[in-house]
């Protein structure tokens, strides 16, 4: 049992030190590639790399992402309206604030996918809930139906 316990870490010994010894380098393998790479940082490269851009979005991309969500918001909400001749208006200035809370810091890349693609990103997500928050926080609600005197 001593053997085989003994054979065992004479072997993973010697893959230790195989391992060692090829992972050291000397000093001349060091300078040849700091020398290359500050050579490739001087050049300019000419591959294109692969980054997405999250910039904000002009200006005409805002205000068609505005005019497009307050559409389809407004369209959304009369959907369940029972009202639709008065709550249309309502909702129209709701959704037309939350879609200018919206398009305040909004990318590139959220506007393309909701104008092009149709699709909610989790980031529109999220500024939708907040552009709610702040649009609907002082409004008075409609109030319901008066029942029974109370």
Known sequence: ???????????????????????????????????????????????KENTV???????????????????????????????KDVDEPRFQQTCHCIAEHISEDLADVDAEKYLEDHEDTHALQIKFDAGAYFCLQNKPQPKGPHLFGK
């Open 53 to 83: 851009d999250y910039g904000e979005a002009s200006d005409s991309v805002k205000n068609k992402f505005i005019k497009t969500f307050s559409d389809n918001c407004v369209k959304r909400e009369l959907k369940t309206s029972n009202n």
């Open 1 to 47: 049992m001593k053997n085989k316990i003994n054979s065992m870490l004479a072997i993973s010994g010697f893959f230790l030190a195989a391992v060692m010894i090829t992972a050291c380098s000397s000093d001349e393998a060091e300078t040849k590639t700091t020398a290359a790479a500050s050579s490739n940082q001087t050049k300019p490269s000419s591959k």
